[in-house]
């Protein structure tokens, strides 16, 4: 089962997210990823390697540590081998919109089919990469990113919890699950999304489970 952890707020997200997937590891997994966003208009920062979490930590910048807002995948490889390529976060084309995910996109090779026919470059073997790619155009219409996660839940199948963040909106972290773990932290000034409590439990106690079939808009 892979790691999901989702943070905004008033401290440097990188810490948060680190700290929240080193307490998922007991999940197991085979790489490790992150995806931060500072001020608005500014390119996502997305670091992500095969192997533990140390590797992942190894290749870490200071120009992650003003970010106050990202998310972190521990990932078990399915749809595509552990590689650098193939862990999460994903990426759009235009770099602006970072997506992670647990569960299996039972679909996801004919909407990578029709994507790539709308001019979409792939660059993983991942089911995941599909929902980066619809996700962008949804929002590229409607200028709402929790619309637009509403809007591409309805084309996939199968199971999943998704985080999703863009740069146009860099306090916001958008949730959704479908036969898959989402549970959003509730804090003072800050929040937290992660598929287990204990990713959070050192920083609030107060706890969400989000329904079946919700999508959830997170800010500070």
Known sequence: MCGIVGYTGSHPALARVIEGLRRLEYRGYDSAGIALVGKPGDALVVAKKAGKLSNLESALTSNYESAMSGIGHTRWATHGGPTDTNAHPHLSNDGKLAVIHNGIIE??????????????????????????????????????????????????????????????SPKTIIGARRNSPLVVGVGEGENFLASDVSAFISHTKKALELGQDQVVEVTP
């Open 107 to 168: 679909n996801y090779v004919e909407l990578k089919t029709d994507l790539q026919k709308r001019g979409h470059t792939f660059t993983s073997e991942t089911d995941t990469e599909s929902v980066a790619h619809l996700l962008s155009d949804e929002f590229s219409k409607v200028g709402n990113l929790a619309e637009a996660m509403r809007s591409v839940c309805k084309q996939l199948r199968g199971s999943f919890t998704l985080l999703a963040i863009h740069s146009d």
